[in-house]
């Protein structure tokens, strides 16, 4: 094959298989950001990769967006969502957009202070998928809402789940309900008593790695008897128990029920000066008891020294130079003294508690089992806080005796506190990035002493930041600035006991990133607010337009309601004149104006019409009687003239009943009967008005 049609090898021509290997090793920033944006072939290969690992602990916004707008939900492996005060209301922003349940490839899920509210809508969603891990760190107390107790035992039974961490310092073991088969392999969990820690032991059959937290002493004697009755658990292989309080004994008699570990850490769990006393009985422990454990790993502290005794750090470090820590097991040992705060530490090169702030001293003693002289460069990988004044640690630097560090000291360090005095020292910000990996920064904090009042601290703040700024700007290397800074804005913190203005400042990289977003990414998102704008605009204009026209025709109305009430006598007038023909004895006008001021005095019309002609009636009505009575008894006396009924009636009874006719006699009486209560009426009338005769009924 010719050489000039060889094609040469390049990143282009790798599989695509081959690539997304390589993209586990990059962040997700990196691959979308810079990767994709090379040609079309990489956008392409961007967007079909299935695997990102999204961390948004301490990311900016502006990237948090653009990260998820990009990124299909089915696409991502593993998620990070933080509300600590670093990211603010990142997780009600996130479900506000998107649920969990739509992250179909999800394994691994960690949260950082989340609200038991959005937890719940959270491990709800678990449900439907293969997670494999599940972190929940925060502060919060979650035993309040059984709601979130539940959801979690739920998650805990999922058959996928195999790494558990609840480093929730408030949650009530005895409320958590495990499953019976439960498949979890790695748990790190706050157990305070050796009951629970047995009861956890008992319920996770598979479990591997234990990380116990905050594990407290009971009463030493039946702690040990209750110990000693149970079968040990040799599935454990980890180890680990961080900030607890127990003593040798108990440490011993914990680990005689996991004969088979193969790695121990103890992180600040027992003094430090017990541990050193009984060290010749923990060798021996080891050698008879743990056969098969490879690593022993401790970090062991003591700040509770007198000031005026200096501490001897080499008898501290001296029994671990035995041939037993130093060949055979090559666990080597290393102890810091720091002259203020008088801080003593113990600890193997390979941890390191990250929540112990540790306190830089130039002048600090080492003593290393390793490297035996004094103030060994060894690099503190494991230190992610760290305090120093820069005021003193300068001036001292810049003596004769002192310099800059020739490597970084703290390569791994996140949280970084300075004290200052009055101003910010010349050439410090050179000597941090010397000490410190500048770039790994999430938080920076800014202690100011001798300052008068909040006023001064102020002006004190704003003169420092500004030297440093200048600083900045003639470093050769621009980069040594963190680029992922994430303190909003800079607060003050007064103390009463110390006396001290704690300030946090976000760099100048971060304020320039937060003025230089991504256009692109979100010109269709501002495009579309704009338009829904305009159309909600349209709507306004829209609405406002027919309530006028409404309004009008209502005003409208009500001018012609009051003109016909003005002119009411007008119209009634014209009305009666033109149309209704006039009475000599009756006034139309008038009867027409109290019919309607008797309506609007809710007066009925007729009781005003009865009340007005009541004598005149009574006086027709009387004389119609009379005139009635008087045709009635005319009438009657014509008929006694000529037919007497009662005779009549009587002659009739007896013909009936010399024949024998009961029913036709019967019927007579009734009639008679009749005639007798016509009779008795009459009597009534007749005493009432003396028009008819005495003898009428009689006749």
């Avoid at 010397?434 to 909040?454: A, E, F, M």
Wanted: hydrophobic fraction near 40%; include cysteine; charged fraction near 20%.
């Amino acid at each position: 094959m010719n050489i000039s049609t060889t094609q040469r090898p390049s990143l282009c021509t790798l599989p695509v298989e081959l690539i997304h290997y390589i993209f586990r090793y990059l962040d997700a920033q990196t691959i979308v950001r810079s990767f994709r944006s090379v040609c079309k072939q990489f956008y392409t290969i961007v967007k079909a990769y299935d695997q990102f690992n999204l961390d948004f602990n301490a990311s900016l916004k502006s990237d948090f967006l653009f990260l998820c707008n990009f990124i299909s939900p089915e696409n991502i492996q593993s998620l990070t969502l933080s509300d600590r005060d670093e990211t603010p209301g990142q997780v009600e922003f996130f479900l506000s957009f998107t649920r969990i349940k739509h992250f179909t490839r999800l394994r691994y899920l960690t949260l950082f202070e989340i609200d038991d509210c959005h937890l719940n809508i959270i491990l709800k969603d678990l449900s439907t998928l293969t997670l494999q891990s599940l972190c929940i760190h925060s502060e919060r107390d979650y035993s309040r809402d059984n709601t979130s107790l539940n959801q979690l035992s739920s998650v805990i039974s999922l058959p996928s789940l195999r790494n558990v961490s609840l480093n929730i310092p408030d949650l009530n073991l005895s409320e958590l309900l495990w499953p019976l088969e439960c498949k979890i392999q790695h748990l790190e969990i706050y157990c305070r008593t050796v009951d629970e820690y047995c009861n956890i032991l008992n319920h996770v059959p598979n479990l591997r790695k234990f990380v116990v937290i905050e594990l407290n002493q009971d009463s030493m004697d039946e702690t040990v008897t209750q110990l000693s009755n149970l079968t040990p658990f040799r599935q454990l292989s980890y180890l680990a128990f961080k900030h607890c309080h127990i003593d040798i004994i108990l440490l011993e008699s914990l680990l005689l029920l996991a004969p088979s570990i193969e790695r121990l850490q103890l992180i600040r769990s027992i003094d430090l000066h017990t541990f050193i006393a009984h060290l010749h009985q923990w060798v021996n422990f080891v050698e008879t008891k743990l056969l098969s454990l490879t690593q022993f790993e401790f970090f062991l502290t003591d700040d509770q020294h007198d000031f005026n005794f200096m501490v001897d750090t080499e008898s501290l470090i001296g029994p671990f130079r035995t041939s037993f820590w130093t060949e055979k097991k090559s666990w080597f040992a290393i102890c810091d003294y720091i002259v203020s705060p008088r801080t003593v530490i113990l600890y193997t090169p390979l941890i390191f508690d990250p929540e112990f702030e540790y306190v830089y001293e130039s002048k600090e003693i080492r003593r290393s089992t390793s490297v035996p002289s004094i103030n060994n460069p060894t690099k503190m990988d494991g230190v992610r806080k760290l305090r120093l004044d820069l005021t003193n640690v300068m001036a001292l630097a810049t003596s004769s005796q002192g310099g800059l560090p020739h490597n970084i000291r703290f390569p791994q360090l996140d949280q970084l506190t300075i004290r200052i005095g009055d101003e910010w020292p010349l050439g410090s910000l050179r000597f941090l990035s010397s000490l410190v990996d500048l770039s790994k920064l999430i938080k920076l904090s800014l202690q100011i002493t001798n300052s008068i009042l909040v006023l001064g601290s102020k002006s004190i703040l704003t003169k420092s930041f500004h030297r440093l700024l200048k600083e900045n700007y003639y470093i050769e290397d621009n980069d040594a600035l963190p680029n992922q800074l994430t303190s909003y804005g800079v607060y003050n913190d007064m103390s009463n006991t110390s006396g001290e203005n704690s300030n946090s400042l976000s760099n100048n990289n971060l304020m320039e990133k937060n003025k230089t977003d991504d256009h692109h990414s979100f010109g269709l998102f501002l495009f579309s607010i704009r338009f829904c704008f305009a159309l909600i605009n349209m709507l306004i204009i829209v609405l406002t337009l027919i309530t006028g026209f409404l309004y009008g025709v209502d005003l409208l109305l009500n001018m012609s309601c009051e003109l016909v009430h003005h002119n009411q006598t007008l119209l009634i007038s014209l009305v009666t004149n033109n149309f209704v023909n006039q009475s000599a004895t009756f006034d139309v006008n008038r009867t027409i104006f109290n019919i309607i001021n008797d309506c609007n005095r809710n007066i009925p019309f007729s009781k005003i019409l009865f009340e007005n002609a009541s004598t005149q009636l009574q006086n027709e009505l009387s004389s119609a009687i009379k005139d009635i009575n008087q045709n009635i008894f005319d009438q009657f006396l014509n008929f006694n003239n000529k037919i007497n009924i009662t005779s009549d009636l009587h002659l009739l009874m007896s013909i009936v009943s010399s024949s024998g006719l009961t029913k036709i006699v019967i019927l007579l009486k009734s009639i008679d009967h009749d005639f007798e209560q016509i009779r008795q009426i009459f009597h009534r009338i007749l005493k009432r008005n003396s028009t008819l005769l005495g003898n009428f009924t009689s006749n």
